[in-house]
């Protein structure tokens, strides 16, 4: 066995009990033969709380303090699971991103990577030892530390195997894999043994939740052999492989690999002062990394969905945007979320969107707008009627046809 | 060197000096010691040409009848391409779409390949001999002539290719390769020495016209090497890869890979009776295989760009649509045409869109609407002003930012 690079998120490490679970896991790992690279995220809620409590010493934390702040959680959670393996008589050594050569931009909070050194990675490797590296953080060419925002974890683990050549990158959380529906709202949903990256990103972006989108990207970029596993329990998971790796289906077929619904995102209806203005919008969003999924505009309207989490940061943008005469006024329809379907070749026809529509309509569900790419059709619906619509798609795609599967 | 499978498209063999000069290209590659698979498709205009006469002798021919007739197209082309290959003493067996085992389903005119067995073609192969295989045809499973629309001669290609495990497929055309904008348009246009399967589907679904998306679709799912190469001329031409294969950039940059505008498509723009019946809409397109690119909807208005060519088609079906009581009314934007920007991770943020907007906007060029998926932007421009447009953003991308390259 080669070199493997695990990454355990912030569940996986939650209590004490846990790291010791996954120095335990590791153990196994090495005592079948492979060169181990373990990321790990900071502790349960420790980002969280660390964000709370800096919002409780300052009005506007500085963001270059914040990252400073933040990347303790994962030196914490580093340190202990490098004890906890100490412990057990493994040789480990744990390495901030700024160690590990982890080189972004100078991003603060939304840092991204630009390439990674590894050398004492490699080097703590050579010596026999297990390299314990932060998630989420890196180092900007100007020696300032920074964090990658949303999915930096994942996106650290699948970098550091690009750039180590691994053999694969496992990401460890608290599912078993990635299924066509979630599993808790329906029991009867599957799990692949493979999706493809294209599938895996927009079922990412759509709220599947499992991995972050960037990592998946970056995953495809360069090749590396992802899986998804649940450090709790024994499940074989999902792999992420390029298309030429999955399994045989007709020769032109479409597919659907998933019915997702992103609940933490909201729709956001903007009302411009004129058409051409909608690049102060765009550019004010863009200028903070604000996610934004699906935008459609026609004429002075325009709407996209938000994250909830960021809604107080846009309220803040959008009353601002409006003083300044560039919108007329703006809505938040927090009762409405993005319910989607993900698969391929959506665009030779109308066929998926029109049973995707079909459907939601024998289930009496109210569609107030969308749209349709190649890989994904996405649909504005009541969050109280989400559940049925995620229910009703699924029957649709998985249960009342077996082509499908 | 292994079967290397052709494609020659009617300008290829548009004329007996055309078909003399194919017949030449491949003595050479034979000469090389390669084995050889050549498709072809009609003539020229060929299929136009008979089009037009079935609509002289009756008003709504038969589809099966048509496409009884439509296959004469190929039958030509190949025998005279036997022909010329026997001249240079090359063995050569003609194979129509039947008799090479491309199965298809029933759809008269628009079928889809299902599987193809190829027997005669590997048995022609083995005894030595150059197999000349009829483009855009098929049999169904009840013994059906079909033609597969569209772009049904890339297609075959490249699902032989698949079905034969070729080294690779190369599509033999009148242009050089992949641009970043149409080098006639603008002339300091990027040829590509590779793209990636996802950029060239983007690039071909929105107007690049090199390839048909139907054929990269087929080409990434099994892994199959495409090349698309001038017939007339020593160009390299482009390679369509997958993506670990193209050359490293930066890790977390989005990219662009080409500008397109499809003067091919106008934009429809329709009021729906109720929102709940956009189905009745969309289903029609799809039962017809009526072609939509970027479909968006928002309460009773449905937008999106149909193909000029299927414009009488559409008319049909919207006014039954008027008259049955679904739609208010519907409005052809014939001057309006899709611009687009195909790259990747768009979907990070608003930065993309934002640029695009921008550059427009500084160009003078109005955007009535418009929206964003991962791998694509797409707006809708005043067809009088689309050639300044991809003008401004290839500058914007190519020529003003050299890093994008």
Not at 164 to 193: M, N, Q
Not at 204 to 215: D, I, K, M, Q
Not at 239 to 245: C, F, G, M, Q
Not at 362 to 376: D, F, K, Y
């Amino acid at each position: 066995m080669g070199l493997i690079v695990q990454k355990y998120g912030g569940t996986s490490v939650g209590t004490p009990e846990r790291i010791r679970a996954v120095a335990d896991r590791i153990a196994r790992a090495r005592a079948e033969g492979s060169e181990l690279v373990v990321v790990v995220s900071a502790m349960g809620h420790t980002t969280d709380e660390l964000i709370e409590l800096a919002h409780r010493v300052s009005q506007e934390p500085p963001h270059r303090e914040m990252d400073m702040l933040l990347t303790a959680g994962e030196r914490i959670s580093m340190a202990l699971l490098s004890m906890a393996l100490a412990d057990r008589k493994i040789p480990a050594l744990s390495l901030t991103g700024s160690q590990t050569g982890i080189i972004t931009d100078g991003g603060h909070r939304r840092a991204r990577i630009h390439r990674i050194l590894g050398d004492r990675v490699r080097q703590a490797i050579s010596e026999g030892k297990v390299a314990i590296v932060a998630g989420f953080q890196g180092v900007s060419e100007k020696k300032e530390i920074t964090t990658l925002g949303r999915g930096g974890s994942d996106t650290t683990a699948v970098a550091l195997a690009a750039a180590l050549k691994a053999e694969y990158c496992d990401i460890f959380t608290d599912v078993d894999g990635v299924f066509s529906a979630d599993p808790r709202l329906v029991p009867s949903a599957h799990r692949w043994e493979s999706v493809s990256h294209d599938q895996m990103v927009e079922l990412a972006t759509r709220g599947a939740g499992v991995l972050h989108p960037r990592s998946v990207e970056l995953a495809k970029q360069y090749g590396v052999p992802l899986r998804v596993r649940n450090s709790l329990g024994a499940s074989e998971g999902t792999s992420v492989v390029a298309e030429t790796d999955l399994k045989p289906r007709g020769m032109e077929e479409y597919r659907v690999t998933g019915v997702t619904c992103d609940r933490g995102r909201l729709l956001l209806k903007v009302e411009l002062e004129r058409a051409t203005v909608i690049g102060a919008l765009l550019d004010r969003a863009a200028e903070n990394h604000l996610s934004l999924l699906t935008p459609v505009f026609s004429g002075t309207l325009v709407q996209l969905f938000i994250e909830r989490d960021a809604e107080g940061e846009w309220q803040r943008h959008l009353n601002e945007l409006v003083v300044q005469g560039f919108l007329r006024s703006y809505e938040l329809e927090r009762g409405v979320v993005p319910l989607s379907v993900v698969g391929d070749r959506f665009s030779q026809d109308g066929t998926a969107l029109a049973e995707v529509l079909e459907t939601l309509a024998q289930s009496q569900i109210s569609v107030t707008m969308g749209t349709s790419s190649a890989l994904a059709i996405t649909v504005a619906v009541p969050a109280t009627h989400a559940d049925d619509a995620v229910k009703a798609l699924h029957a649709r795609y998985f249960e009342n046809r077996r082509e499908a599967k």
